[in-house]
């Protein structure tokens, strides 16, 4: 059975840094793509950053670009989100979640990590 178990959520002030965990398991992730979404009160969920386990490739979405780095850890089956310059908009609940390198939906999702970037 798969999970992913995120952690490293928090309250932090504007401008300070934080980094997310996503422990992944009862797979082999080699032809996956991980990714970290986020929802905001109120706002639908969107996506933050991706990266293959495989090769290492990344993308971001443009809000989080040359702020946000995601990298994986193929040891520990670990990715991670590391958020430096948090702004009071990266307020939300974190999510990460896997899919298949041949589909495009993501199905399976972690429980979430609350960040929380006060003003």
């Known amino acids: 059975q798969v999970q992913l178990v995120e952690s490293g959520g928090g309250l932090v002030q504007a401008g300070g840094s934080l980094r997310l965990s996503c422990a992944a398991s009862?797979?082999?992730?080699?032809?996956?793509?991980m990714a970290w979404f986020r929802q905001a009160p109120g706002k639908e969920r969107e996506f933050v950053a991706r990266?293959?386990?495989?090769?290492?490739?990344?993308y971001y979405s443009a809000s989080v670009k040359g702020r946000f780095t995601i990298s994986r850890d193929n040891a520990k089956n670990t990715v991670y989100l590391q958020m430096n310059s948090l702004r009071p908009e990266d307020t939300a609940v974190y999510y990460c979640?896997?899919?298949?390198?041949?589909?495009?939906?993501?199905?399976?999702w972690g429980q979430g990590t609350q960040v929380t970037v006060s003003s």
């Open positions: 979640a896997a899919r298949s390198v041949i589909l495009s939906t993501y199905d399976y």
């Open positions: 009862g797979r082999t992730f080699t032809n996956y793509v």
């Open positions: 990266i293959s386990w495989s090769s290492g490739s990344t």
